[in-house]
Structures are given as structure tokens and as C-alpha cells.
């Protein structure tokens, strides 16, 4: 997703958690009311987010470039996340998932890229790529929600992602593709994620993990905006136990500041500044890469092969 400028999500006063009668209740309805006008599947699950191999600790973002390709053969990480442009482009060039990176790497791809870029792209053309790319895990049909919009077309984003993963899920399971969907929470306020949370807790499909899109809480001109996507996570994890990979932080610093139900981080800079493939020996990218990884792991509370056992009471 696109960098948002000052005014995206964060320094607001949040809204209340409507009542299950509330606008949130009736757009979850009507979202799964397509849903289910859409799918021959309903009933069908997702794949269980019990598996121990679902994306958790550290997570480098991974870009098709040959240092990052030598980076990721070296440290050999549990998990990896690339764009879904990142992963049209390494088709292109002949490459899927599996021949890029290297055994034992299960990889996540994502829709959250550039808006110029997203707005190309149909739910279809994501599907087609991530069906060729063969990864492990997909966070799909990201729409772009940002305060500065009008509040009626940021609603109507929030359903558009909803109405697409649910897509996404049917066609997933229809080809019998084998990748796990994360969906997006979207939105700015508590009253808008809570359509989302309301939406996946009544839909057929089963999603025991989220991903949150904390980017462009650091970008767009405003600063590091920590406090505020902090309580903004807060919010979300009191309101929804599942498990949330946050995209766009990987900083051990900050991430101690998060809920329990921040099982997964995602970043690039703070793996790629310290680490230099051209100049260093895979043992030396390995010990940073531990470094990072254990740090992110002792911030967040979790070990290797954490199977998410997150007690609700202890989510904010």
C-alpha cells in the first residue's frame, strides 16, 4: 500500500465499538451475504492456523534482487514475505517460489504494494500470480483506507477487501491450491476494523490469523508515529483474540511494546542495514540474522514452532 501522508491512520480519537445491531453487524451481513451468493464452498475451511509451520518471530521482507537472493540462501529464514509485484517479476523471469528460495523458507506473498501499482492489478491477475508462484501463504486483495479519504468510500474499501478475500479463499480452495490466506485488517477506527472482526467471526471460512498494515504509520512526512500504532493494535487485540503479523515493523525496540496477539513482524531495514551479502561470509549473515531474529522473538514473546496458544485475557 501506498505511503499515506500525515493525516492517515493514527493521531484520532477513536471511535467505540458498535453494538452487534450497529452498522458493523449489517455490513458483515451483507458481505457474507455475497459471499455466500459467490461460493459453492460454504462450510469449507481455511487451512488451520494450529499448523506449527504459519508465519511467526521475524519475517524479512525479500526484494528480486541478487544481494537479497544471497541473503536469504545464507540465513536460510523460517518464513519470508514478498509483494505480489515482487512475485509477477520473478515469474517473468522463470522463477516460482520454490526455485528462488531455498528449502526450508515457506513464503508469504501480499497485496500491500504502491496504490499506482495495486490499482492495476484485478483480483483475478493476483490470483493467476500467486497460483503460478506457488508460495505458502497469501495476504490478499488489499484496498487502500486512509483518513484523508471520505469516511463512505473508506468503508466501502474495508468491504471491498472483505468481499475479496472471501473470493480469494473459494477460488483458493477450488483449485486446491495449498496456501493459507491472512486476511487484512482494514480501516482507521475501531468502528471500521470492528466490520471486519464482525465479518470473519460469522463467515463459513475459518481465519485464525490477521495481518495489520503498520507502514505507513512511518511514512508519509508525520514522523515515527510508534505511540499510535501501538494503541491502535491495542485496540485491535482487545477486541479479537486471533493471532496478527503486523507488515512494516521489525524493529525489536518497538515491538516489546505490543499485545501478545502480535505473533509475526515483517521488515526490511532492520536485516538490510547491518547486513552487506557482497562484503560478508554467510557465517557473519547468519550470527546478524540470529541477532535480529532473536531479538524480534524475545520481543514478542515467542519461540520456534510457536503453535499461538494466546490466552485472552492476556491479549492487551
Not at 53 to 81: C, K, M, T, Y
Not at 112 to 131: G, N
Not at 144 to 151: D, G, I, L, W
Amino acid at each position: 500500500m501506498q505511503a499515506a501522508p500525515p493525516t492517515a491512520c493514527g493521531a484520532r480519537p477513536k471511535d467505540g465499538l458498535p453494538s452487534p445491531q450497529g452498522r458493523a453487524f449489517a455490513t458483515a451481513q451483507r458481505c457474507i451475504g455475497y459471499m455466500v451468493r459467490s461460493s459453492p464452498l460454504v462450510g469449507a475451511k481455511s487451512k488451520e492456523i494450529m499448523d506449527e509451520n504459519w508465519p511467526n518471530g521475524a519475517i524479512p521482507l525479500i526484494e528480486p534482487q541478487p544481494s537479497h537472493r544471497a541473503f536469504v540462501n545464507a540465513v536460510i529464514p523460517d518464513h519470508a514475505l514478498v509483494k505480489i509485484t515482487t512475485a509477477r517479476q520473478l515469474l517473468k523471469r522463470g522463477e516460482t517460489a520454490a526455485s528462488w528460495f531455498p528449502a526450508g523458507t515457506d513464503v508469504i506473498t501480499t497485496s500491500t504494494v504502491a496504490d499506482r501499482k495495486l490499482a492495476q492489478i484485478s483480483w483475478e491477475d493476483e490470483l493467476e500470480v500467486i497460483r503460478r508462484f506457488e508460495g505458502n501463504f497469501h495476504v490478499p486483495t488489499d484496498y487502500s483506507t486512509y483518513e484523508r479519504q471520505n469516511a463512505a468510500d473508506r468503508r466501502a474499501n474495508v468491504e471491498r477487501n472483505l468481499e475479496g478475500t472471501f473470493w480469494m479463499t473459494r477460488k483458493i480452495e477450488t483449485l486446491d491450491l495449498d496456501i493459507g490466506v491472512i486476511p487484512l485488517i482494514k480501516g482507521c477506527t475501531a468502528a471500521e476494523w470492528a466490520i471486519g472482526f464482525e465479518t470473519l467471526d460469522r463467515c463459513p471460512f475459518e481465519y485464525s490469523m490477521t495481518a495489520f498494515f503498520a507502514t505507513q504509520y512511518f511514512t508519509g512526512g508525520a514522523g515515527i508515529r510508534i505511540n499510535e500504532l501501538v494503541e491502535d493494535v491495542r485496540t485491535i487485540a482487545a477486541r479479537q483474540p486471533r493471532p496478527v503479523m503486523l507488515i512494516g515493523l521489525l524493529s525489536a525496540h518497538y515491538l516489546k511494546r505490543m499485545p501478545r496477539t502480535v505473533r509475526a513482524a515483517t521488515g526490511l531495514n532492520q536485516w538490510r542495514d547491518p547486513i552487506s551479502p557482497e562484503a560478508q561470509t554467510h557465517e557473519t549473515m547468519r550470527g546478524i540474522w540470529a541477532d535480529v531474529s532473536d531479538g524480534v522473538r524475545e520481543a514478542l514473546d515467542v519461540s520456534a514452532g510457536d503453535r499461538y496458544a494466546v490466552d485472552a485475557k492476556e491479549v492487551a
